[in-house]
């Protein structure tokens, strides 16, 4: 069975900070504001050519749902040079007599596009922010509907779990090196402009167009760090800005990739809590004793995997990846307990139900041709930003393997797995532009940060920790577990009434506030 470990998985890249091209960052210490080149007017002053949504952006529209294209530069130091074209959607404000303007989404990712999001109303904001703004959502740049990179198939295989020679982490970069400069040679010249700040500015480039004196926007997870990025690059056009699921840009992969295995690992002695509170002593009578159990379980797994029934290895990656499935909500916990005690007696097929399971939770719906090669992509759209936001990767086998085993002391059941998820940034081939720094947004309006108390993919420490950083901010914070916490399922009227009392009026709650659920 293969984790999929090397790509560059959600868990890792939602909660990874990087900050922009040097070239267009301003002194946040002085308070002054950037020198961002000024754009010719056939990017400010375009039209979008609203049209009713396709099958190529969403199977079922949301009646009103528009979408159109925005032109933007490549490469904003080169502004003349070639372009590459947006995809947007909108969803008119339903009180229009008293529409405030757009407000902007983003989901994150990154790789994910929002288009699709806003068009279907997989997103729709809070009931009063949905009555009182155009929802607008985009595909970035180079992901889905815009310009999107194009990854050939078949050019090295990745390996099924993380190496642990220097023979194979040697094939492991080099099969990585294959990969990434196929994409670069079937993506051309948008590859080398996926990052955050070129994201930004095309944030401002969208907001021009959409005729909105300031951006307005709610970004998720990764989201919340095109939106950071843009408070440093345009502080005075600030709106009103929500950021749900805190990245925090002052920390660079390896950081990031540490304070991942802390909140796995806590998840995991959560779960073995839960089980002994329960009374279910099936993996053990103690919390200590389920968490020695299932590392020394991992440990064996990888010097003598059990196999399935077609033959497939099961090994210590592929356990650390159905626990870190479990933790995260992707599957249920008590079939996971089951699975874990039949695979204790050498029995594996129970975990194949969680994979149908974790299938079956995205829904039955077949995707459009667009939403499978988006799919197919959306991994190495990943690394194409963060291989670009952050310098931080290992640069040789040697580095990846000592990497590994530092990362394994901290955490046997996921480090050395984390650890060379950041093999795509190790081997890219185009240098990074960001830097690991705190956001401080001189002179920007003041920010709504959002915050789940137990998010597994960007925990609370991110959201304290940029709070601290930014001027002006306030910290709303909803108990419970997830990813995400305005305008999401299930919902919390708490959490959606405090955000839209900021958007529609500009009301921000306590410096941190709190919901209960």
């Not at 660079?252 to 779960?271: C, E, G, M, P, W």
């Not at 005690?341 to 969680?354: I, K, M, N, Q």
């Not at 952050?390 to 797995?417: E, H, I, V």
Request: glycine share 10%; with cysteine.
């Amino acid at each position: 069975m293969s984790a999929g470990l090397l790509a560059v998985t959600t868990t890792v890249v939602t909660v990874c900070g990087a900050g922009g091209a040097a070239a267009f960052r301003p002194d946040d210490a002085k308070g002054r504001g950037t020198t961002v080149q000024a754009l010719p007017a056939r990017f400010t002053q375009q039209k979008v050519q609203w049209t009713a949504c396709g099958a190529d952006v969403t199977p079922k529209a949301v009646p009103g749902a528009q979408c159109g294209w925005v032109k933007v530069p490549v490469d904003y130091a080169a502004p003349d040079g070639k372009t590459v074209t947006l995809r947007v959607s909108r969803v008119q404000a339903k009180d229009h007599s008293r529409r405030l303007g757009s407000l902007l989404f983003n989901p994150g990712g990154p790789g994910a596009g929002g288009a699709a999001d806003v068009a279907n109303g997989n997103w729709q904001a809070g009931a009063q922010a949905r009555a009182r703004y155009d929802l607008v959502g985009f595909d970035p740049r180079g992901i889905a509907g815009s310009g999107q990179i194009k990854c050939p198939d078949g050019v090295a295989e990745e390996p099924e779990n993380p190496p642990r020679t220097a023979s194979q982490a040697e094939k492991a970069f080099a099969d990585a090196t294959r990969r990434a400069r196929a994409c670069q040679k079937a993506s051309g010249s948008v590859l080398a402009h996926m990052d955050s700040v070129s994201v930004a500015r095309d944030l401002d480039v969208l907001r021009t167009v959409l005729g909105d004196a300031k951006l307005n926007y709610t970004g998720v997870s990764y989201g919340t760090f095109i939106g950071q990025q843009y408070m440093k690059l345009f502080p005075g056009k600030v709106g009103r800005m929500v950021l749900d699921g805190v990245v925090n840009p002052a920390a660079d992969l390896r950081q990031v990739a540490r304070l991942d295995l802390k909140t796995s690992d806590d998840a995991v002695r959560r779960y073995a809590h839960d089980l002994v509170a329960r009374g279910d002593d099936r993996l053990g009578a103690t919390t200590e004793e389920i968490l020695r159990r299932l590392t020394r379980f991992a440990e064996e797994l990888d010097r003598k995997p059990l196999h399935g029934a077609g033959g497939e290895e099961f090994t210590g990656a592929d356990l650390s990846m159905y626990l870190g499935m479990a933790v995260s909500g992707d599957v249920s916990r008590q079939r996971l307990t089951t699975a874990l005690v039949a695979a204790l007696h050498g029995e594996v097929t129970a975990f194949d139900g969680l994979d149908a399971e974790a299938a079956g939770a995205s829904g039955d719906q077949e995707p459009t041709p667009q939403e499978e090669r988006t799919e197919e992509n959306e991994s190495m759209s990943m690394s194409a930003v963060l291989c670009l936001d952050s310098p931080s990767a290992p640069k040789t086998p040697q580095q990846m393997l000592a990497t590994a085993d530092a990362f394994a002391r901290q955490s046997p059941l996921f480090g050395r797995s984390y650890a060379w998820q950041m093999i795509d940034c190790a081997t890219w081939p185009i240098a990074p532009t960001g830097a690991a720094e705190p956001v401080k947004a001189a002179g920007a309006a003041p920010v709504l940060l959002v915050s789940y108390t137990d998010d597994q993919l960007t925990p609370l420490a991110n959201a304290r920790a940029v709070h601290r950083q930014l001027d002006h901010s306030s910290l709303l914070v909803r108990k419970g577990q997830g990813h995400a916490a305005y305008a999401s399922e299930p919902p919390s009227t708490c959490t959606d009434r405090a955000v839209d009392r900021y958007l529609v009026g500009g009301t921000l709650p306590d410096q941190v506030a709190n919901c209960s659920g």
